[in-house]
């Protein structure tokens, strides 16, 4: 059973002067963050809301028209536009962890000024779009040229989550790519991540050893980093729930290479208090569990001209 995520739809062209549709639909528009950092405050109708920062087009925040609260972010998160944000959806690109040195952790996507380029609502959507390319700082850790772009999708029930990057070099090249989202739990010892039995995966716990997930419901109860390999091109549909009980988040994921579906993979991660770092601190790691599509599980490359695509929709239950 799908969760009715739509397949992902090229990015609208759009001038340099943005547009801004402010009206009863809904609302969308530039404001400002913490430490008068620049964001982006969504408002649906319904009352869900959405803010993004510009720096590293990190979603902070998604609240359902209840009012509650669906991501997380530390308490201990720096807003310096020094550091990434820990916590809300880092972006993450063009590589997954650090196997490349001369990169920092998880690439640098995540820490680089991002550009708006559309801010819209219709009935009963509101939607805004960012984008970054290579520049002079990210050409002397990694000598590639890129875009990226980011397009965040406000709906009353949902928000959808799709990131296109595309090739503008000459040759081709590998990259890895990802998008690091933080649920908010009220404790994750009591929750479960469902959707994964069946699936080979990499236990990053025990130096990335190969096994095979039995279990219908993964449990965080310890220091947890799994990279699930998926092997489905189709939409893979993973279920955050109250351990034992009834679900929290229905999750929906897809990539894509050249326009022909990929199997998205899922890493599944919280760092518990052995591996909390410096800027979560403890017990912050109790209150979230990361769930993060990805074509991360091998360097995939990319043709010149060519765009590679994931999305992750979210659908908040309780």
Not at 100 to 105: K, T, V, Y
Not at 224 to 232: M, R
Not at 252 to 259: D, F, K, P, R
Request: charged share 20%.
């Amino acid at each position: 059973k799908h969760f009715s995520a739509r397949a992902l739809e090229p990015l609208a062209h759009t001038s340099p002067s943005f547009q801004s549709c402010l009206s009863t639909m809904g609302d969308c528009k530039p404001a400002k963050g913490k430490n008068d950092l620049d964001t982006v405050v969504m408002t649906h109708p319904s009352g869900a809301s959405a803010e993004i920062y510009l720096w590293g087009a990190t979603l902070t925040s998604y609240k359902s028209p209840c009012g509650k609260e669906n991501i997380f972010v530390s308490p201990g998160a720096k807003f310096d536009e020094k550091a990434a944000i820990r916590g809300g959806i880092p972006v993450v690109f063009p590589q997954f962890g650090r196997p490349d040195e001369a990169m920092p952790q998880h690439g640098f996507a995540r820490i680089s000024k991002w550009t708006i380029t559309e801010l819209k609502s219709s009935e009963d959507t509101v939607r805004a779009a960012f984008t970054v390319a290579d520049n002079e700082a990210s050409v002397s850790q990694w000598p590639h040229k890129f875009s990226l772009a980011y397009r965040v999708e406000l709906t009353a029930t949902s928000l959808k989550l799709s990131l296109q990057v595309t090739n503008t070099d000459a040759e081709a090249w590998p990259f890895q790519a990802l998008l690091h989202t933080y649920f908010c739990v009220s404790d994750a010892a009591d929750i479960g991540v469902e959707g994964l039995k069946g699936l080979s995966y990499e236990d990053k716990t025990t130096g990335g050893e190969p096994k095979e997930e039995a279990r219908d419901q993964v449990e965080v109860v310890g220091y947890t980093d799994s990279v699930y390999l998926n092997n489905d091109p189709a939409p893979k549909e993973v279920t955050i729930a109250a351990k034992g009980g009834a679900p929290l988040y229905k999750l929906s994921h897809t990539a894509a290479l050249e326009g022909a579906a990929l199997p998205c993979d899922i890493v599944v991660w919280n760092p518990h208090e052995e591996k909390s770092p410096g800027d979560l601190p403890v017990p912050a790691y109790k209150g979230f569990v990361c769930v993060e599509p990805g074509l991360v599980g091998k360097p995939h490359d990319l043709k010149p001209g060519a765009v590679a695509e994931i999305s992750q929709t979210i659908f908040p239950v309780a």
